[in-house]
């Protein structure tokens, strides 16, 4: 069966809103049951969850490429999409099953990746950029609104009407893929049979970064990369809970800062990065970037008020257009040929944040003792939660140690990006990469064995 219609971005865009869309709605819910499940713990718990889901995403990622540009994407959309809703359910029915479900489903949870090679199916080069913004932003806005949402809905109704609810909207998701999405690739590309072998060196999740010292540039590009992601990898992961629990945020209150935090980032990656790159250049809109992360996460660091974090929340919003300035450097500098391989080895350590960064953070929170209290947090007569007065002692001064950590790094993330040339030719060929130029041709063309492209893991700016 084909779908509905002709494969497009929409069949696309429309997989990826309802995936996180039925996420966005647990927000709220998911802090709760955390600190529930974990009362002494939390962030070292958190992070150790969210470290191994990222870790495993980073190491399955390119062989769930490598299966799909064989069998098709369609069977790998729906594989994603029900290993990566399959813990909804569990949130009510059993805690500890719902966060160990959570981890070993970062095998699966790797929805842009073939969703990213579902576009670029269908797609010529030229339009491929505006495909990919386009469902960059359906992303955003999926979690622009459905926090919001699911903390009224939790209030109002309870946190198990939100669980079904996110279910729900999970399961419509995946019939949508089992009706509606047609296979975008094409029948002469596919093999016969499921037995058809593909190219371990494909995937290998290491074969990007083993080509990381070829060139300087390129080698600076990836340092820079990675001190500056690491710990953008571990705020996300445990950034709301801090809000909610540390900072005395209320659930909705935490639903408006992502709401907020979304429109000025897709205003940043959009109208203001386009401006900058135009006025100042490439490579000080990178520097400038970086300026406001370590802005940021030292605000986050220090501060001890909730509007402290609003205002910083803005400044988070500008240090958003560093990855997409970055991406935009490799693809201007590097040979027409290159692109996959130096993109991919850009994805790759920023998958291997995606495990390390949680993790570290989780670690770090543990060490300084920023715990939660074994009782719930009250509720103040406003709504939001009553900070108590045991953490207010224990951090009045540094309130965020991993936060500070983490402008360390960006601070040294500066310092290397500086040496970073504005104009160069990125070099990153190995012997057997003049292979790939004779079928260069097309997205899917069969790969020689050692070029060490990863097949989906490129040209993602999410």
Known sequence: ??????PSVYHAVIVIFLEFFAWGLLTAPTLVVLHETFPKHTFLMNGLIQGVKGLLSFLSAPLIGALSDVWGRKSFLLLTVFFTCAPIPLMKISPWWYFAVISVSGVFAVTFSVVFAYVADITQEHERSMAYGLVSATFAASLVTSPAIGAYLGRVYGDSLVVVLATAIALLDICFILVAVPESLPEKMRPASWGAPISWEQADPFASLKKVGQDSVVLLICITVFLSYLPEAGQYSSFFLYLRQIMGFSSESVAAFIAVLGIL?????????SLLMRSIGNKNTILLGLGFQIL????????????????????????????????????????ADQQGVVQGMITGIRGLCNGLGPALYGFIFYIFHVELNELPMPESPSGGSVVSQYH????????????????????????????????????????????????????????????????LLQDTNV
């Open 296 to 335: 940021q996460l030292a605000w986050y660091g220090f501060g001890s008020e909730p509007w402290m974090m609003w205002a910083a929340g803005a400044v988070a919003a500008m240090s958003s257009i560093t990855f997409p300035a970055v991406s935009a450097l490799v693809s201007r500098t590097a040979d």
């Open 392 to 455: 207010l002692q224990q951090n009045s001064i540094i309130p965020g140690p991993p936060f500070l950590f983490g402008a360390c790094s960006v601070l040294l993330a500066l310092l290397v990006a500086l040496f970073i040339p504005e104009h160069t030719n990125l070099n990153v060929r190995s012997s057997n990469w003049k292979k790939h130029c004779g079928s260069h041709g097309h997205p899917h063309s069969p790969q020689a064995p050692g070029e060490a492209k990863e097949p």
């Open 1 to 6: 069966p084909q779908g509905i219609g002709s």
């Open 265 to 273: 980032s897709i205003i940043a990656q959009t109208i203001v990065l």
